[in-house]
Nanobody
Framework: QVQLVESGGGLVQAGGSLRLSCTASGLSGSMYSMAWFRQAPGKEREFVGTISWSGENIYYADSVKGRFTISKGNAKDTVYLQMNSLKPEDTAVYFC????????????????????WGQGTQVTVSS
């Protein structure tokens, strides 16, 4: 059973940076698409970005493109979300998610595609 643990959230001023980490266990040699989502108070959980198992295919939501970067560790069991030029509207709980795929370069974008979620980490950006 896959388990995901996020870390790295915190409080930062607008314009600052944070790096979130998501460590996966239980992957058992299978291929997974990994993604980041976020949920602000009173809002739906929204897609932030996703990375394929190979790490070669990455896709971002328009709201974070050019500011956020997703990457993977060499062992493929850790995914990072580097967040630069943070804005108050980026304030949310950030969740890591995984989904079994059958292609090293395949990515999944919709929330319903992901069946395993971390507990979330709070990111607060002050103005």
């Amino acid at each position: 059973q896959v388990q995901l643990v996020e870390s790295g959230g915190g409080l930062v001023q607008a314009g600052g940076s944070l790096r979130l980490s998501c460590t996966a266990s239980g992957l058992s040699g299978s291929m997974y698409s990994m993604a980041w989502f976020r949920q602000a108070p009173g809002k739906e959980r929204e897609f932030v970005g996703t990375i394929s198992w190979s790490g070669e295919n990455i896709y971002y939501a328009d709201s974070v493109k050019g500011r956020f970067t997703i990457s993977k560790g060499n062992a493929k069991d850790t995914v990072y979300l580097q967040m630069n030029s943070l804005k108050p509207e980026d304030t949310a709980v950030y969740f890591c998610a995984s989904a079994l795929t059958y292609g090293a370069n395949r990515i999944l974008i919709g929330r319903v595609s992901y069946d395993t979620w971390g507990q979330g980490t709070q990111v607060t950006v002050s103005s």
